[in-house]
């Protein structure tokens, strides 16, 4: 039986398209395409709801920011601006973990595009 491995361009959005896929990088290997496929299923629908999560978080703290008194915003505001200052780099580093998984292939060990040019 042939290994097939989940191969990832890039965690960049459009970088991997000119990169052959021989120089792309091996995440994982599986004994079969169904489990790899399976597998990177699973890793996208992870981030999708990862991201979600993140953007409905960062969404609730900006509306709490907007909703403060000045007062409050006084009192407030530094923590809520550390909080939306933690939590952007974790929304972006997931989209691109997202963009890398939905680029990503499934390609069997012995795929002529592996051996490069």
Do not use: Y
């Amino acid at each position: 039986m042939l290994k097939v491995g989940l191969i990832v361009g890039s965690t960049r959005p459009n970088r991997f398209a000119d990169i052959p896929v021989s120089q792309w990088d091996q995440d994982d290997d599986f004994d079969g395409a169904t489990a790899c496929d399976e597998s990177r299923a699973q890793r996208i629908d992870l981030a999708n709801t990862l991201a979600a999560r993140l953007q409905e978080r960062l969404e609730s703290l900006e509306r709490k920011l907007d909703s403060l008194s000045d007062e409050q915003a006084k009192r407030l505001a530094p923590e809520l601006n550390r909080r939306l200052d933690q939590a952007k780099p974790n929304l972006d580093k997931t989209a691109n973990f997202l963009a890398g998984m939905r680029a990503s292939k499934c390609i069997s060990s012995d795929d002529p595009h592996l051996k490069g040019n």
